[in-house]
């Protein structure tokens, strides 16, 4: 489940248009992809730092939000009751408002920049080569990003 988070992050997918360079994907362009590593160094970088064990906490942190905006219907309940709980359910933990929505998925592309340990102008200058992108959800990412630091 993470690596399908990663990659659907502006992170990942920045540099998958650095990679592609107009050709098709193709595994071999897969396989070279820089995919982040968790390692407990990045996870103690975040706010949870004092917690036993960073890694665990950081790969929670990114399913449960992932989750939320993945799991709309009942056939998603089991997966929310693993990690939720036995009373999660999509009503509970699915989020259909647009305007959360895009602050979850903010979240998310900030905690991935993150672990790829970027800088603040590093991440600037990824979203800068989103032009379609709205302006607002370009800060949002980079507000959510801040609250890390």
């Not at 607002?136 to 609250?147: A, N, P, Y």
Request: one cysteine or more; proline letters at 3%; charged letters at 20%.
């Amino acid at each position: 489940m993470l690596i399908s988070i990663i990659f659907a992050s502006f992170t990942m997918d920045y540099f998958a248009r650095l990679f592609l360079q107009g050709s098709n994907l193709s595994m071999y362009l897969m396989e070279n992809l820089p995919i982040a590593i968790l390692t407990n160094e990045t996870a103690n970088s975040f706010s949870f730092q004092n917690s036993r064990n960073n890694i665990a906490n950081l790969e929670h942190i990114l399913k449960s939000t992932a989750l939320k905006l993945v799991c709309l219907s009942s056939q998603f309940n089991s997966l929310l009751q693993e990690v939720f709980g036995p009373q999660a359910n999509y009503k509970t933990h699915g989020v259909t408002d647009p305007v959360q929505r895009q602050i979850l998925k903010n979240q998310i592309d900030a905690m991935v920049a993150k672990i790829y340990g970027l800088e603040e102008a590093e991440l600037k200058h990824i979203l800068s080569t989103f032009p379609l992108v709205e302006e607002e959800i370009k800060e949002g990412v980079l507000e959510e990003w801040r609250k890390l630091m």
